[in-house]
């Protein structure tokens, strides 16, 4: 069994990141220390998820919380940062319902204001969390939505000046950016024919192996939580787990 919490940054133990950082070593390439350390900095606070018989880490999630000016309004962005959870643990709900209910607890300080899931995605699995949950997302298969690609734009001009490709709508941090390693969150034809949107995010970042990412967003206010994201909130929390090697999404590897 599984525990997620939510903590603030400057609150984890040397312990604690230590841990994390084996953790994403074990899954992606390219992930020095201090790469690491510097992305960590830079959010506000991370879910930790830990086996409650031991309390061990097992897998952990960062998270970012920013406001943005966007004609002529503020919105709020809670960026998804590194993501992963060791295999073994795999379809466990726990760093799903934890997530979720962080959405909703922001949305609620903010009712009447705009909030959006802010991710980018160098694996498929966080990109199918965010098309099966998340009715109002970009980039969505069959759909284009210029409003939330101009938010897209915006805050990866803010986070991560310079390093947006407009006509491709990727980022790329390079030819030593982390990336999955090859036997973590792989593509085949099978995969491919059964969810037509991991071919759609494929083909949107061809160059997902290398450590390119796709920008996402998600309305995530309390209006698109009232709308369509109860489904989403309800499996999260009260739907029991797939047992461990089951088939899931973010809560294992982004």
């Given at each position: 069994m599984l525990s997620t919490h939510y903590q603030k940054v400057r609150s984890l133990s040397v312990f604690d990141i230590m841990r994390m950082h084996a953790i994403f070593s074990a899954n992606y390439a390219n992930g020095p220390m201090d790469t690491f350390m510097s992305d960590l900095s830079r959010k506000d606070g991370v879910f930790l998820v830990r086996k409650k018989s031991t309390d061990e880490i097992v897998g952990f999630s960062t998270l970012g919380i920013h406001e943005f000016q966007h004609q002529g309004r503020t919105v709020r962005g809670l960026f998804s940062g590194d993501t992963i959870i060791e295999k073994a643990y795999w379809g466990s709900r726990s760093l799903q319902t934890a997530f979720a209910l962080k959405l909703f607890t922001e949305a609620l300080k903010r009712p009447f204001s705009r909030q959006y899931w802010l991710l980018i995605s160098k694996g498929y699995k966080t990109y199918l969390l965010l098309s099966k949950n998340f009715p109002e997302h970009y980039?969505?298969?069959?759909?284009?939505?210029?409003?939330l690609k101009a938010l897209v734009i915006n805050y990866c001009d803010a986070l991560f000046p310079g390093k947006l490709d407009?006509?491709?709508?990727?980022?790329?941090?390079?030819?030593?950016?982390?990336?999955?390693?090859?036997?973590?969150?792989?593509?085949?034809?099978?995969?491919?024919?059964?969810?037509?949107?991991?071919?759609?995010?494929?083909?949107?970042?061809?160059?997902?192996?290398?450590?390119?990412?796709?920008?996402?967003?998600?309305?995530?206010?309390?209006?698109?939580?009232?709308?369509?994201?109860?489904?989403?909130?309800?499996?999260?929390?009260?739907?029991?787990?797939?047992?461990?090697?089951?088939?899931?999404?973010?809560?294992q590897v982004v």
């Open positions: 980039p969505k298969r069959g759909q284009d939505n210029p409003r407009r006509e491709l709508m990727t980022l790329d941090f390079g030819d030593n950016a982390n990336c999955l390693k090859q036997d973590v969150a792989g593509i085949d034809d099978a995969l491919r024919a059964r969810e037509p949107d991991v071919a759609f995010f494929e083909q949107l970042n061809p160059n997902w192996q290398r450590g390119t990412e796709l920008p996402c967003i998600g309305r995530a206010d309390l209006g698109m939580f009232l709308w369509a994201i109860w489904p989403f909130l309800w499996k999260a929390v009260f739907k029991p787990a797939k047992k461990a090697g089951a088939r899931a999404g973010v809560n």
